[in-house]
């Protein structure tokens, strides 16, 4: 018999239950989903068979099931990619953790994708079909057709996410433009600019206390701005380049997590703060060079 770990809202485990009585009950469970991509920018679909319990017939996204009890997210995501499309051996990226909840599934599921390239064979028990869709046509394939409401918004998400880099060199670009071209942006210094970062900050901050999120994605666009000019600024003076920003965030972050990122072992809250403390200040004492 198959056994899920049960678990509540803010994803504690709390007991250990069968799957068909996780299923029959409708309880918050754990589950892995792994979105696939080839090498030609196509968005593999599945479609689940007609007497699956959940959403049968139903197009998804890539391969996808419940966490084991005991078993770890990507230990998960592994398992079910061979299982139902016979992927192994690739690379897995973690894209985010994803919360649905209707009248068909509770789960707090950990979102992955992989490029795949190889042969797909499918597990006839679970799956009818698969193909392949152009990315670029994949919300039209889920607008005309019978597709799980959870990776619908899966997807959505994806989608944002994979488009952020051109969105972001879009924004770089237009603050290059506007600091070459406009008469006021083209003579302001730093000094101009941190006043203008302290000024916004001030506003996200109210916006956080009126919980008006509509003005504080406008006010964190401003914040957003203000950063990107002040890093032009200091690459027109060669003090840094752009890069060296997002090195030095992305370093520090893999250092002072190694729980994450390393093989440290912390689940605890007040423990992964009290260590980040530690290597801030062994950085601060020159240990780390």
Known sequence: MEYVDLINEKNEVIGKIPHSEMRKNNHWHRGAII?????????LIQKRLEDKEVYPGFYASGAGGCVSAGESYEKAAKRE???????????????????????QTKAISNIYYCI??????????????????????????????????????IFERFYETYNLKNKFQTLYSNLVKNRSNCPWSSIQNIDVYTDE?????????????????TNLKEELGDVLMDVISLIIIAQEENDFKFSDVIDSANNKMIRRKPWVYGNEKITDSDLAIQRWNEIKKEEKEGLHG
Not at 81 to 103: A, T
Not at 197 to 213: F, G, M, R, S
């Open 35 to 43: 979105i696939v991509l080839n090498s030609k920018n196509e968005f």
């Open 81 to 103: 990619l061979e299982e139902e499309l016979g992927i192994k051996n690739v690379d897995l990226n973690y894209l985010f953790k994803f919360k649905f909840n209707d009248e």
């Open 116 to 153: 795949y390239d190889g042969i797909i064979t499918i597990q006839e028990d679970e799956l009818e079909s698969y193909l392949w869709v152009p990315l670029k046509e994949v919300k039209k394939f889920i607008s005309e057709n019978n597709y799980c409401p959870d990776d619908k918004l």
């Open 197 to 213: 970062l302290n000024e916004e900050i001030l506003e996200v901050k109210e916006a956080i206390k009126n919980k008006d999120t």
